[in-house]
């Protein structure tokens, strides 16, 4: 009721002014920061609790913990309260998870500083433009690929930081994101990326409903319009998550059998060109601009195909994008898992010292960058 009251409510009187020709006006509040999130933990601990799941927590201070743990509050991951209770009470002290803390946060400082708030530089260059249908297509389409270089770096390296911080107190919440934009299917996209509003998803709303034993394509549907709507209070938002709805049951119907006939190649084509286009149709929240969007995309207006001051600012940006590219792959796992084994058969204090120096190297890097600039936008505190 508190979500719907906060986020939606503005939403409803909108649609009902403009199907019925109505002047209702809508108290204007602020939506509170991060209530999609500490909601969806509430709801999960109450369901939890219902089903026998897991025992009610007795005391008010540490629910109360759980529901407000600062570290995640306002960005996510969504914790549930099963994967937290032990550690509410029995949190230990470990140097290692300390320093492990500090590393994972230090890495997503940088990605939100190092790459998204670029990225979102270049993004309002473009698709803020006033004069949006005068863009080439080339322009249109670099525009929509650094808004989804911003959004993930922005919110994995917001998880990235909870998980650090998290993992400093004594806190192991689960992995967000896995890389999605190596997947080949957007089913796998979506076993990638966020990962804990994709789970509640399914084991809170799809399964309970039938999963996909009974009317499983109305289940996918009703689900993927959840989740557009998780996002944002906008028809955009919930034609995004449809739009994803569809694609799943389209690959559904094709089975995964023929598709894994397909080289991988070419299914990592089709993902990153869906996801693109999906992120197009996340970011207009104006359906006006959201059609000249698609219209310079596929090259059906009057636009030229190309223009060059991107090319000037693509090569003003190119060391940066080829950093941007290679750490959308698990390169950064790859090296790690390498190169601890490599330091632990020399010495075992080698991969103490090493990980400090890291962590300082991407720390001044980072606070380097927000000193020198003030543009630092926070996508998902809006939801």
């Not at 998780?230 to 119907?253: D, Q, Y």
């Not at 197009?280 to 190309?306: E, I």
Request: charge should be positive; proline fraction near 3%.
């Amino acid at each position: 009721g508190i979500l719907f009251f906060f986020k939606y409510s503005g939403f409803i009187y909108d649609n009902v002014n403009a199907i019925f020709g109505t002047s209702f006006q809508f108290p204007k509040y602020s939506l509170p920061i991060g209530i999609s999130f500490y909601t969806f933990q509430t709801i999960s601990y109450v369901i939890d609790v219902y089903r026998g799941e897991v025992k009610a927590q007795r005391s008010w201070m540490k629910f109360m913990m759980f529901v407000s743990l600062y570290h995640q509050l306002v960005a996510g991951p969504i914790v549930r309260y099963s994967h937290i209770m032990n550690e509410i009470d029995t949190r230990k002290f470990r140097i290692r998870d300390i320093s492990g803390g500090i590393t994972r946060f230090c890495v997503g400082l940088f990605k939100k500083v190092a790459i998204a708030n670029i990225a979102a530089e270049l993004v309002v260059k473009y698709l803020d433009n006033p004069e949006l249908s005068s863009l080439s297509t080339g322009e249109m389409w670099f525009g929509v690929i650094m808004f989804s270089i911003q959004i993930y770096f922005d919110f994995s390296g917001y998880s990235d930081m909870a998980i650090g911080l998290g993992r400093m107190f004594g806190f192991h919440y689960h992995e967000n994101f896995n890389y999605p934009y190596i997947a080949k299917s957007a089913t796998d996209f979506w076993r990638r990326w966020h990962i804990s509003l994709g789970t509640f998803f399914r084991d809170y709303v799809y399964i309970p409903m039938g999963g996909n034993k009974k009317n499983g394509y109305l289940n996918l549907f009703v689900v993927w319009g959840l989740t557009g709507l998780w996002h944002g209070a906008n028809w955009n938002f919930i034609f995004w998550g449809l739009f994803f709805g569809i694609l799943i049951m389209l690959e559904r119907l094709i089975t995964f059998k023929r598709i894994n006939k397909v080289p991988g190649f070419f299914l990592r084509i089709y993902l990153l060109l869906a996801v693109v286009l999906g992120w197009a149709l996340f970011y207009f929240t104006d359906s006006s601009r959201l059609l000249t969007c698609f219209k310079s995309l596929f090259h059906v207006t009057d636009v030229p195909w190309w223009d060059y001051s991107l090319t000037l600012t693509i090569k003003e940006n190119i060391y940066w994008m080829i950093l941007a590219f290679v750490l959308c792959m698990p390169v950064y796992q790859f090296l790690v898992v390498r190169y601890r084994k490599v330091l632990l058969e020399r010495n075992s204090n080698s991969l103490y010292w090493t990980g400090i120096a890291f962590s300082i190297f991407l720390l001044v890097i980072s606070t380097a960058l927000m000193v020198g600039k003030s543009y630092n936008p926070f996508i998902y505190y809006r939801f």
